[in-house]
């Protein structure tokens, strides 16, 4: 199992994991930290892909070395795969978190994270960022079927955003993707997944990649920031993954052990 665990910031729990460690950012790390901004790379983009300058370096520089049938697992400093069999709160670290790849998953391409309700989103929050939305359609307040992940997207990071992206995804998934966001109100959230097939993998970023940089003609950089916007070609990512496994590979959930690094 090839296990990974990005950050920012140095964590001296992290040692412990035994997971290769990724260094994300100009900030220094020990030689030991696997690093995104060598070889080829796009580690000055981080502040708006995040996590995807590390999948874009492993894509060019490491996957090619990949074994087949070993699982490729992805984790970030705070949120862990939760190794369910035998969790203990009071466990170290290391002993929470999945090690080896569990039993459960022996039938399947690609674990994702266990989906989070979006229809559940609170009506305070609507009203404080979503007065247009409201405004164009005052029903969201009340069908929660119609908080699908467009609308949270929409409300969340900025309305016309997603459609703008959605104008350049490849024809062959641009209708289903579509309909997948317009339809469904869960979503396996936070970018997390866990592959078995290096292959799989590889498909995955050339698909994804080739549509973010797309989206760079339209979004740029110069006028990404803060929340709404500063991530955006994380946040679009974080929509099209999971509906992209489910399309092209057998899948099942899992989940995401939170870790207080305090």
């Not at 990005?6 to 412990?16: A, N, P, R």
Request: net charge positive; aromatic share 18%.
């Amino acid at each position: 199992m090839y296990k990974f665990c990005l950050t920012h910031k140095y964590h001296s729990y992290l040692e412990k994991i035994d997971y290769n460690l990724v260094g994300q950012g100009n900030i220094n790390f020990p030689n030991h930290w696997v690093r995104d901004n060598i070889g080829e790379n796009i580690s000055v983009k981080n502040q708006y892909y995040d996590m995807y300058t590390f999948h874009y370096w492993l894509w060019k520089n490491k996957l090619q070395s990949f074994e087949d049938n070993r699982w490729i697992l992805f984790s970030t400093y705070r949120r862990f795969w939760k190794n369910i069999k035998s969790f203990d709160e009071k466990a170290n670290l290391k002993d929470k978190i999945i090690q080896t790849p569990p039993k459960d998953w022996e039938n399947f391409e690609t674990i994702l994270t266990e989906p989070t309700d979006l229809s559940k989103i609170k009506i305070s929050k609507i009203f404080k960022k979503g007065k247009k939305l409201i405004m164009k359609d005052p029903s969201i307040l009340f069908i929660k079927s119609k908080r699908n992940i467009k609308f949270h997207f929409d409300l969340m990071h900025m309305e016309g955003n997603l459609n703008k992206a959605l104008d350049l995804v490849d024809k062959k998934d641009k209708h289903d993707f579509t309909e997948y966001l317009n339809n469904e109100t869960s979503i396996n959230l936070w970018n997390l997944f866990c592959c078995k097939s290096p292959k799989l993998l590889g498909r995955w970023y050339e698909t994804v990649f080739e549509w973010l940089f797309k989206c760079e003609k339209i979004f740029g950089f110069k006028d990404l920031k803060e929340y709404e916007t500063g991530r955006m070609y994380a946040y679009l990512a974080e929509r099209y993954l999971p509906f992209w496994f489910k399309k092209y590979s057998k899948t099942r959930t899992w989940p995401i052990y939170f870790h207080n690094k305090n």
